[in-house]
């Protein structure tokens, strides 16, 4: 091997490459090129040479395991050094690493190209063998530039965990799948969304399928919360339970609304306290008191209602029917007895009137 050596501190040997002044002597000698293991080929006997070998001598006469081969001609020429890096026109292989042209490959066990400083590519990179992996940085972004060097996308990590597809292009950002798109927590983890070709589209929560279209519309498992207005069309129905068409009904035809019973059963409207049959305008027509009375309106007055003791009419009864009193009555006790304007009571032998508040006049009824 050939040394350059520093001179006084260092005392030259056969074997030592020696370029400059020693100024280990007195007046200092200059030596303009001298390399003593070449000149002692003149007064010793080297070792046997190779052909198209440079050798690197370890002695005045022995050869050391370092060489430089020559192999080829001319163009084609390819030179290789004793430890393995080849060289020629075309191409430069290390024991890692072998460039030819604008290709580099990685030769070891575990290839890994390091760049230093920025790096400029103006063709395709591809990456071959088993991981085909391109690792980043946690806050190293790939940038996507338009042909004015714009960014218009970015893929990169931050600081807090978390993985980012930046869109800041002027169009829209485009995800393309020729079978199945699917949104994973991981590559066997659970399943946020899923967009089948010609299929469905799936929305999951908690791994468990809530949305999912179909050819007629949506199906939804699971309770639907809305913090506005379900809107349906003239003639579109709300169907409620298991039966081809919705045992239960609720639509509007254009002209008139329903709520139509179409199952089996009976059909109740419930309330917490009183339940009111009213306009759109907010005229009561009818409301029934949760164990109380039950009223019915007529334009917006009272007409008839319910009491422990019976029914009361508010103006005239009229009926095309007869008029039936199914129990007998108890007699008032006397012409004054306790009474109200206009209360009627039957007996087997008259008609008891309350022609005024505790007055009460009769009239007998007769066989014929």
């Known amino acids: 091997m050939a040394i350059i050596n520093s001179y006084p501190t260092a005392t030259p040997t056969g074997s030592d490459l020696v370029i400059g002044t020693d100024v280990s002597t007195t007046p200092n000698s200059t030596k303009t090129f001298t ?19 440079i050798p690197i001598f370890t002695s005045a006469v022995a050869i050391g395991d370092s060489t430089i081969v020559r192999s080829g001609a001319g163009a084609t020429s390819l030179y290789t050094f004793g430890g393995g890096t080849a060289i020629n026109n075309t191409s430069v292989t290390t024991e890692d690493l072998t460039t030819t042209g604008n290709t580099i490959l990685g030769n070891a066990g575990t290839d890994t190209l390091t760049v230093n400083a920025a790096a400029t590519f103006t063709d395709n990179i591809t990456m071959n063998g088993a991981s085909k992996n391109l690792t980043l940085g946690v806050t190293n972004p790939i940038i996507f530039l338009d042909s004015l060097g714009a960014e218009r996308l970015r893929i990169a990590g931050d600081i807090s965990n978390n993985s980012i597809i930046q869109d800041s292009s002027p169009g829209d950002l485009l995800l393309f799948s020729n079978t199945e798109l699917e949104i994973k927590s991981g590559i066997t983890g659970e399943n946020f969304a899923k967009f089948t070709k010609d299929g469905p589209i799936e929305l999951y929560y908690d791994n468990s399928k809530k949305f999912e279209t179909t050819t007629s519309g949506v199906l939804v498992t699971g309770s639907i919360t809305t913090t506005g207005d379900v809107i349906l069309p003239d003639n579109a129905k709300l169907e409620i339970g298991s039966a081809a068409g919705g045992d239960l ?49 007529h334009s917006g007055s009272l007409r008839f209602s319910t009491s422990a003791a019976g029914t009361t ?4 009864v009229t009926t095309t029917g007869q008029f039936r009193v199914n129990t007998l009555n108890t007699a008032p006790a006397s012409a004054g007895a306790t009474g109200v304007l206009g209360e009627i009571r039957f007996t087997a032998d008259y008609i008891f009137v309350c022609v005024a508040t505790d007055t009460w006049k009769r009239v007998a009824i007769a066989t014929f």
């Open 249 to 297: 009904q609720i639509y509007h035809d254009g002209a008139n609304s329903y709520i139509d019973d179409q199952g089996t059963g009976d059909l109740f409207i419930k309330g917490s306290t009183n339940v009111f049959i009213s306009t759109s305008g907010g005229g009561t027509m009818a409301q029934f008191t949760d164990s109380g009375s039950a009223f019915l309106n």
């Open 313 to 316: 009419t508010f103006g005239d």
């Open 35 to 53: 390399i003593d293991s070449i000149n002692a080929l003149s007064t010793g006997t080297p070792a046997s040479g190779t052909l198209n070998t």
